[in-house]
C-alpha cells in the first residue's frame, strides 16, 4: 500500500506541476483591439509597437498576465506577451523584405453562437476603447474589433510603402558610339532620405515614330534599392551606328507605383 501511495503522490506532483505550465488566456468570446504604431517601417530593421487590449464578453479587461500570441506573414515579431491592465505588448521588427505584413493576435477562442435575445455590442466596449486609445497613445486601428472571435489583425506597410518619389539618370545620358546606358533610380521618402531594399521595376520606350530597338538588362524583373536607395538596370540598343537619332524613355516604378523617368539619345550626333 505504501507503493501505490508514493506512485499516486507522484502522480498528483506531476500532474499539479503540469497545470503549473498551462498558460492563463483569454475567455472564449474575448474581443482584441488591436494597434500598430507606426503603421509603416523601413525594412531590414524597422521597428514598429503592436498594442493589443483584450477584452471580456461582460465588458471587463482580462486578468493581468493573460498570454496572448503574436504572428506575422512578414518580418518578426515576439511570439507571445503577458498583459497589465488588459494590454499586452510586443515589438514588430521588419526584415531585408519590402511589401505589407499581417500581424494576428490570438487568446481565447471565438463566441459561442449567440441566443435570441443576445445584445449585438458587448456591454462596456466604448469604455474599454477609450481606454485603449489612451493607454495606447492614438485612435483604435481598423479592422476586426469588437468581434468576439479571440482574435484580431493589423497590416504593418514596410518598405515599399515608403518611396515619395523616384530621379532616374542615365550613364552616359547620350549613345554616340557606345551601345549601352547604365540606368540608375534613386528612391527618396518624403524627407528625402534613400529608401532601401523596394522593388524598381524598369522599362523602356519609344519616344515618337522611331521602332524601339532599346531593351534593358532586367527584362522587366525587380531590382532592388540598396543601402543608398539606388536600384541599377543597363539599356542597350541594337540601332545601327550612323543611323537616324532617336531617343527613348527608361521609367522607374516602384512598388507603390512611384514613378520618375529618363531620356536617352540614341545615335546622338552633336550639330556642327
Same mark, same amino acid.
Given at each position: 500500500?505504501?507503493?501505490?501511495?508514493?506512485?499516486?503522490?507522484?502522480?498528483?506532483?506531476? +500532474?499539479?506541476?503540469?497545470?503549473?505550465?498551462?498558460? +492563463?488566456?483569454?475567455?472564449?468570446?474575448?474581443?482584441?483591439?488591436?494597434?500598430?504604431?507606426?503603421?509603416?517601417?523601413? %525594412?531590414?530593421?524597422?521597428?514598429?509597437?503592436? /498594442?493589443? +487590449?483584450?477584452?471580456?464578453?461582460?465588458?471587463?479587461?482580462?486578468?493581468?498576465?493573460?498570454?496572448?500570441?503574436?504572428?506575422?506573414?512578414?518580418?518578426?515579431?515576439?511570439?507571445?506577451?503577458?498583459?497589465?491592465?488588459?494590454?499586452?505588448?510586443?515589438?514588430?521588427?521588419?526584415?531585408?523584405?519590402?511589401?505589407?505584413?499581417?500581424?494576428?493576435?490570438?487568446?481565447?477562442?471565438?463566441?459561442?453562437?449567440?441566443?435570441?435575445?443576445?445584445?449585438?455590442?458587448?456591454?462596456?466596449?466604448?469604455? %474599454?476603447?477609450?481606454?485603449?486609445? %489612451?493607454?495606447?497613445?492614438?485612435?483604435?486601428? %481598423?479592422?476586426?474589433?469588437?468581434?468576439?472571435?479571440?482574435?484580431?489583425?493589423?497590416?504593418?506597410?514596410?518598405?515599399?510603402?515608403?518611396?515619395?518619389?523616384?530621379?532616374?539618370?542615365?550613364?552616359?545620358?547620350?549613345?554616340? @558610339?557606345?551601345?549601352?546606358?547604365?540606368?540608375?533610380?534613386?528612391?527618396?521618402?518624403?524627407?528625402?532620405?534613400?529608401?532601401?531594399?523596394?522593388?524598381?521595376?524598369?522599362?523602356?520606350?519609344?519616344?515618337?515614330?522611331?521602332?524601339?530597338?532599346?531593351?534593358?538588362?532586367?527584362?522587366?524583373?525587380?531590382?532592388?534599392?540598396?543601402?543608398?536607395?539606388?536600384?541599377?538596370?543597363?539599356?542597350?540598343?541594337?540601332?545601327?551606328?550612323?543611323?537616324?537619332?532617336? /531617343?527613348?524613355?527608361? @521609367?522607374?516604378?516602384?512598388?507603390?507605383?512611384?514613378?520618375?523617368?529618363?531620356?536617352?539619345?540614341?545615335?546622338?550626333?552633336?550639330?556642327?
Amino acid at each position: 500500500m505504501s507503493k501505490m501511495k508514493l506512485a499516486a503522490t507522484a502522480a498528483l506532483a506531476v +500532474l499539479a506541476a503540469t497545470c503549473e505550465k498551462v498558460p +492563463l488566456t483569454a475567455p472564449a468570446g474575448t474581443t482584441i483591439f488591436l494597434q500598430a504604431n507606426p503603421p509603416f517601417v523601413v %525594412a531590414n530593421g524597422g521597428t514598429s509597437l503592436v /498594442t493589443a +487590449l483584450l477584452t471580456e464578453p461582460a465588458g471587463t479587461l482580462v486578468p493581468d498576465g493573460t498570454v496572448v500570441y503574436f504572428f506575422t506573414t512578414l518580418g518578426h515579431v515576439d511570439e507571445e506577451a503577458k498583459t497589465v491592465n488588459g494590454i499586452a505588448r510586443v515589438n514588430f521588427v521588419a526584415d531585408s523584405r519590402s511589401g505589407t505584413a499581417t500581424v494576428t493576435a490570438y487568446s481565447g477562442g471565438p463566441a459561442p453562437a449567440p441566443s435570441a435575445s443576445a445584445s449585438p455590442a458587448a456591454v462596456g466596449s466604448f469604455s %474599454a476603447s477609450a481606454h485603449f486609445a %489612451a493607454s495606447a497613445g492614438g485612435p483604435i486601428a %481598423a479592422g476586426p474589433t469588437g468581434t468576439g472571435t479571440g482574435n484580431a489583425s493589423i497590416t504593418i506597410d514596410i518598405g515599399s510603402a515608403l518611396p515619395d518619389h523616384i530621379i532616374v539618370s542615365a550613364n552616359p545620358q547620350l549613345l554616340a @558610339t557606345s551601345r549601352q546606358a547604365t540606368i540608375a533610380a534613386n528612391v527618396f521618402d518624403k524627407v528625402g532620405n534613400p529608401v532601401q531594399n523596394v522593388p524598381v521595376i524598369f522599362r523602356v520606350s519609344a519616344v515618337g515614330t522611331a521602332p524601339l530597338q532599346e531593351f534593358l538588362d532586367s527584362g522587366g524583373s525587380p531590382q532592388y534599392t540598396d543601402s543608398n536607395g539606388q536600384a541599377f538596370d543597363t539599356l542597350r540598343t541594337r540601332a545601327p551606328n550612323g543611323t537616324t537619332q532617336k /531617343t527613348v524613355t527608361v @521609367t522607374a516604378t516602384s512598388a507603390d507605383s512611384t514613378e520618375g523617368s529618363v531620356d536617352v539619345a540614341v545615335n546622338y550626333s552633336p550639330a556642327r
